[in-house]
């Protein structure tokens, strides 16, 4: 069956890093576009960057753009985020999902993700 799992979450002080993998097993990744949302605590789900098949395009939400870089190794069959200069308001569960569907907008990762992670938890403390 289809298996997304995501680590690399923890705890993190305000201005430091972490990197989030995400393994995926039982699809045929290369095909698949990937994509990174998050959920804090009492908010919806919101997208944080995406990337096509190829790794040719990515897309950022705003709020992490030019601190969040998100990368993929087909031959490992895994997406990663680099998360850098981290803020406090970063602070949530970090799920990956796999897109079937082209995108271009964060609704159109959203609405064609057809398989997700369960979560990494990513706190940064100010």
């Known amino acids: 069956q289809v298996q997304l799992v995501e680590s690399g979450g923890g705890l993190v002080q305000a201005g430091g890093s972490l990197r989030l993998s995400c393994a995926t097993s039982g699809l045929s990744f290369s095909i698949y576009a990937m994509g990174w949302f998050r959920q804090a605590p009492g908010k919806g789900r919101e997208f944080v960057a995406a990337i096509n098949q190829s790794a040719g395009n990515t897309l950022y939400a705003d709020s992490v753009k030019g601190r969040f870089t998100i990368s993929r190794d087909n031959g490992k069959n895994t997406v990663y985020l680099q998360m850098n200069s981290l803020k406090s308001e970063d602070t949530a569960v970090y799920y990956c999902?796999?897109?079937?569907?082209?995108?271009?907008?964060?609704?159109?990762?959203?609405?064609?993700?057809?398989?997700w992670g369960q979560g990494t938890q990513v706190t940064v403390s100010s």
């Open positions: 999902a796999a897109s079937s569907r082209p995108f271009s907008t964060a609704e159109t990762v959203r609405s064609g993700a057809g398989y």
